[in-house]
């Protein structure tokens, strides 16, 4: 304060000209800062504080201690769900979105059989669509055979992946007059053996080295006892089985490189039914059963007994259990489906409830079209069963995948007609070998787009913990 006074006698004393003014200015400026560079101290009474002229400019430093750097968002950034252009995604309506998490890690471990039952009606039959669909998921995965087949079916004459030829057997199927439903098996139908009875399975060749053999063949019965069959392999190796009888269904096992095996049944005994054989690896690899019925709806699943689900969950237990059904229901022009929607429901429902270690997938009704306007063009009404079985999927917390858009992708059923080769029969209903193809390879990309995003998720949400 001192220094301060003095400086201001300094100018009122001189001549009061502009640069005294500048000199004035500049002393009270170093004697202010000088001030800054005293201790604070106490004196008699008095205390002088510390003086910081510079206090409301310079940045505080922290601690060590308390010093932070959020790292985070720069290394993570925020995960967005989206789906690629050009792909048909699925639609995942569970509550937690984790309808298909388990099938997608069964598919990323990769270490053992991975398992696919699709249930379909005749848009499927004669394994058009699914030989594709295993074809190109073999290609990745491994595995090899064609998956489960019938004893005898009225697809035998056409299917593309195997040749089969049955006599001495009493056949049902749920779609015949007599039927006895307390009996079916998973698949819709049951035989019955006489002594003697036959049965051949021929791998066929159409789709590569990974279906012409299978690493073993599985047939699947029951019988109150005292059956007796033989299973001879490629012609040559006969080996001959006994079993006992049980409440459950049952299992025999033959291995090798199969190409053709027949079984003779040589005592039917009690009460057997047969179901019929699985040709697969059952080691590695992908495996996708064919549970096609022509003229069906899909309720009729419901139908099949409660025990005999869960005897074939214990010993064929699927990973993703794929629903496709709608070509029976739609009409031209048909607005409401509240019927067939709450039905559906019920059959899911049920089947979750007897599969609980299977993720479902739900497939909208391929596209279908007729004359409208004097032109071809998707019926209303298979667009409004598109609306309700999407609603199904909803309700029933469930994944969805809308086949009527991926047909899109490459003209819908009037593009699938005309193309060349054809893909389609000119009824505008029923797909050909092509069209399957180009299907199962759209579905194929949308499963695995939809395993490299949940891995993703994965991985994100992991980092965050």
């Known amino acids: 304060m001192f220094f301060i006074s003095l400086c201001v006698f300094y100018v009122i004393m001189i001549d009061n000209k502009i640069n005294k003014v500048l000199i004035?200015?500049?002393?009270?400026?170093?004697?202010?800062?000088?001030?800054?560079?005293?201790?604070?101290?106490?004196?008699?009474?008095?205390e002088m504080k510390k003086v910081d002229v510079l206090a409301d400019i310079r940045i505080a430093e922290k601690p060590n201690d308390e010093i932070t750097i959020d790292t985070f968002a720069q290394i993570i950034p925020e995960f967005v769900d989206t789906c690629k252009t050009g792909v048909i995604c699925i639609n995942d309506y569970s509550v937690e979105h984790d309808a298909l998490n388990r099938f997608y890690d069964a598919l990323n471990e990769n270490n053992r059989p991975v398992r696919i039952a699709y249930f379909g009606d005749s848009f499927i039959e004669g394994d058009l669509l699914t030989a594709s669909l295993r074809d190109v998921f073999k290609k990745k995965y491994g595995g090899n055979g064609v998956g489960f087949v019938p004893v005898n079916c009225i697809t035998s004459g056409f299917r593309a992946t195997v040749i089969t030829s049955a006599s001495g057997w009493d056949e049902h199927c749920i779609t015949d007059s007599i039927f006895s439903r307390s009996k079916q098996g998973i698949s819709g139908y049951y035989f019955i053996p006489y002594t003697n009875a036959t049965a051949t399975f021929s791998c066929r060749t159409t789709f590569g080295k990974e279906t012409d053999t299978c690493s073993t063949a599985t047939f699947y019965f029951i019988t109150d006892g005292d059956l007796k069959f033989t299973t001879t392999v490629n012609r040559k190796s006969v080996k001959q089985h006994t079993v006992k009888g049980s409440n459950n269904i049952q299992k025999i096992s033959v291995d090798g490189r199969i190409a053709h095996i027949k079984i003779t049944?040589?005592?039917?005994?009690?009460?057997?039914?047969?179901?019929?054989?699985?040709?697969?690896?059952?080691?590695?690899?992908?495996?996708?059963?064919?549970?096609?019925?022509?003229?069906?709806?899909?309720?009729?699943?419901?139908?099949?007994?409660e025990k005999t689900l869960k005897d074939f969950d214990k010993l064929r237990n699927y990973d993703l259990i794929i629903l496709q059904y709608g070509l029976n229901v739609a009409t031209k022009t048909q607005t409401k489906y509240d019927y067939y929607k709450k039905t559906m429901t019920d059959v899911i429902n049920y089947l979750r409830n007897n599969l609980p270690n299977s993720d479902f997938l739900l497939i909208s009704v391929g596209d279908r079209a007729a004359k409208?306007?004097?032109?071809?063009?998707?019926?209303?009404?298979?667009?409004?069963?598109?609306?309700?079985?999407?609603?199904?999927?909803?309700?029933?917390?469930?994944?969805?995948?809308?086949?009527?858009?991926?047909?899109?992708?490459?003209?819908?059923?009037?593009?699938?007609?005309?193309?060349?080769?054809?893909?389609?029969?000119?009824?505008?209903?029923?797909?050909?070998?092509?069209?399957?193809?180009?299907?199962?390879?759209?579905?194929?990309e949308a499963i695995e787009y939809g395993k490299e995003r949940y891995l993703e998720k994965k991985k994100y949400n992991e980092l965050k913990q």
């Open 24 to 46: 004035f200015t500049s002393l009270v400026v170093a004697g202010t800062l000088m001030l800054s560079l005293m201790p604070a101290f106490d004196l008699g009474g008095f």
């Open 372 to 444: 409208i306007d004097g032109e071809m063009k998707t019926m209303p009404g298979v667009k409004n069963l598109l609306t309700a079985q999407q609603t199904i999927a909803s309700e029933c917390g469930i994944a969805f995948w809308n086949l009527i858009d991926a047909m899109a992708l490459d003209g819908g059923m009037v593009g699938y007609v005309k193309s060349k080769p054809a893909k389609a029969n000119l009824d505008y209903t029923h797909i050909k070998i092509h069209g399957g193809e180009q299907i199962a390879n759209h579905l194929f």
């Open 265 to 305: 049944v040589d005592n039917p005994g009690i009460n057997t039914r047969f179901f019929g054989v699985t040709l697969d690896d059952e080691k590695t690899g992908i495996v996708v059963d064919n549970y096609s019925l022509r003229g069906v709806s899909g309720i009729n699943l419901k139908s099949i007994p």
